[in-house]
């Protein structure tokens, strides 16, 4: 049985009046207990880096994220709650969507109508997106989608280009095997003649494996 954390003030004081009657008291008692038993939630609470993983999504609603989805990880769900009221104020601006984008967990690129080749039409940005560990789904458009309807002007246009990219690391390998070589001569005692030959023999080896051509072995 856990020991109650009910103040002892609170178990002789009431706030009902004089004519309570003993089932009313012991609810009041067991309403305070109950509160009591919760550990107490501030200021953590209303931080989204430090809240507990149950109140983040209350915490979302309350700080009016535009676009949620449940799938997401716990870092992205935070952090889209932490910045949502910053992202608000900079509806509307190219830092804000790139912003928006990156706590959503993309990469992405906001370019202006006068920065664009051919120029383009007044209040147009084309959006670039990027899913570097993602599938591209219908989802994530519609998602990526409603953000950018939320977040930009009344007056914007702008094309939205979905892309996924993959990075990866090109390895070659070289090895070399290079022979030595030897000249023997018969054993002669000093002071002494030999009437054998000499024998004098030459052997190498080279072999370079590449990604493009076979190993080839030459011995002379």
Known sequence: M???KLPSGLKAYSVLPDNRSPLERALELALS???????HPFPELLNAQSTTVEAVAPLGIDHQVPVWDREDSE???????????RNRQKSGTRSGFLDSLQQMGFGSEV???FKLSPV????????WVYCSDRVL?????????ELLIEMKSERDTYELNLARESIATPKMAVAAEIGVTITSYPYSPEGGDSTSLNFIGTAQHLRIISTS????????
Not at 33 to 39: A, C, P, R, W
Not at 75 to 85: I, L, M, N, P
């Open 2 to 4: 856990t020991q109650s």
């Open 33 to 39: 207990e109950s509160l009591y038993s919760i550990d």
């Open 75 to 85: 870092a992205v769900k935070r952090d889209r709650v932490e910045h949502a009221w």
């Open 111 to 113: 370019t202006p109508w």
């Open 120 to 127: 383009a039409a007044p209040y147009f940005f084309q959006v």
């Open 137 to 145: 789904t219908p989802e994530i458009n519609t998602r990526i989608d």
């Open 213 to 220: 051509e076979p190993a080839y072995n030459e011995r002379l």
